[in-house]
């Protein structure tokens, strides 16, 4: 079940160790924290109402950790990381990926300077399309016309 002091030892940790050095602890503090998220992200997709703390919800503080989390995929040195953070991402995390303000640091993915990581994100997003289209469709439509131009001005014999 997801209640508060489920999602409170996950934002915790987040606080705590997403910026560590040790770069162990940082993949697995966000591997470990998007499988705590689970249940919650599930309980909001079915539509439950997460019972809490009135300041500080269960709601408010999933919200945060997965903002957190998506900033490893963005912000984290190491490709591993961002990579592993980004294969916790399953169909269970579909509608809440799908918000705008989660699609956009998703976007910003897109330009990883890692092709793995790359070729995860827009996976992601083509999954996430069905959830939100009009936001997500233009975007990789113009994803894939920029990547035809470079294919069709590169220098590779074909």
């Known amino acids: 079940s997801c209640g508060f002091f489920a999602v409170f030892g996950c934002a915790h940790q987040?606080?705590?160790y997403l910026n560590d050095s040790?770069?162990?602890?940082?993949?697995e503090t966000a591997k470990t924290c998007?499988?705590?998220?689970?249940p919650c992200v599930k309980a909001t997709n079915a539509g439950v109402n997460?019972?809490?703390a009135r300041v500080y919800s269960p709601?408010?503080?999933m919200t945060d950790v997965l903002t957190k989390l998506l900033a490893v995929v963005v912000a984290d040195p190491l490709a591993e990381i961002r990579l592993a953070t980004l294969r916790e991402f399953n169909t269970d995390f579909h509608k809440q990926l799908a918000l705008s303000e989660n699609i956009q640091m998703l976007f910003l993915a897109v330009n990883d300077p890692t092709h793995d990581v790359r070729e995860v994100v827009l996976e992601l997003l083509g999954h996430l399309s069905d959830e939100n289209p009009a936001y997500i469709l233009p975007f990789l439509r113009e994803q894939l016309s920029h990547i035809l131009h470079q294919i069709k001005h590169s220098s590779i014999a074909r």
Not at 22 to 27: D, G, H, L, T, V
Not at 34 to 38: C, I, Q
Request: glycine letters at 4%; zero cysteines; a positive charge.
């Open 34 to 38: 998007a499988r705590k998220l689970v």
């Open 22 to 27: 040790n770069s162990e602890i940082r993949r």
């Open 50 to 52: 997460l019972v809490g």
């Open 59 to 61: 709601h408010t503080m």
């Open 14 to 16: 987040t606080k705590e």
